[in-house]
């Protein structure tokens, strides 16, 4: 394994199971790996003010350019993250110089709108409007399935690619 600081991506839609995927992975992984969180960048706005791309147009890229300052300051990452294919590609071009292993977080459409309710803290049909644009047109290193995959399985599956 490289001695480059290695993020690995958790791309997926709302609900997909990419935080306990991340949890599951740092239980596992040998050495630091900071959950690194989109959610907790939008935690950031207040209460008053609805958090979306439209209110903050370059919150993509804040998020994208605090990943790339832990990375460079050696710190090993689990980005999870809602990536459009354009997104995607930025990240991955602003991460080249470091290890980088993309992997899509899935589930069936029902899966996921049964977890929105049963969770409560998300904003339902939030998953179903990015079901379609999330995974199109990149190429991931591997995809898990949620709706049949623990997230101990899923993290399993992820330690057995990075340690080849």
């Known amino acids: 394994m490289?001695?480059?600081?290695?993020?690995?991506?958790?791309?997926?839609?709302?609900?997909?199971?990419?935080?306990?995927?991340?949890?599951?992975?740092?239980?596992?992984?040998?050495?630091?790996?900071?959950?690194?969180?989109?959610?907790?960048?939008?935690d950031m706005v207040p209460s008053h003010v609805e958090a979306n791309t439209q209110n903050f147009p370059h919150i993509k890229s804040a998020i994208k350019d605090s990943a790339h300052a832990l990375l460079k300051h050696h710190h090993n990452l689990i980005i999870d993250c809602v990536g459009l294919p354009n997104?995607?590609?930025?990240?991955?071009?602003?991460?080249?110089?470091?290890?980088?292993?993309?992997i899509a977080v899935k589930a069936s459409l029902e899966c996921l709108e049964s977890?929105?309710?049963?969770?409560g803290d998300r904003k339902i049909g939030l998953a179903h409007s990015q079901f379609l644009d999330v995974y199109q047109n990149i190429d991931y290193d591997l995809e898990v399935d949620t709706t049949i995959l623990t997230e101990n399985e899923s993290a399993e599956m992820i330690l057995k690619l990075i340690s080849k």
């Not at 935080?19 to 959610?39: N, P």
């Not at 977890?115 to 969770?119: F, L, P, S, V």
């Open 2 to 42: 490289s001695t480059l600081p290695h993020a690995i991506i958790l791309n997926g839609t709302s609900s997909a199971g990419k935080s306990s995927i991340a949890r599951a992975l740092q239980d596992k992984l040998e050495g630091c790996y900071l959950h690194f969180q989109m959610d907790v960048f939008w």
């Open 87 to 102: 997104q995607i590609q930025e990240m991955q071009e602003s991460f080249k110089a470091f290890h980088v292993t993309l």
């Open 115 to 119: 977890r929105e309710k049963q969770r």
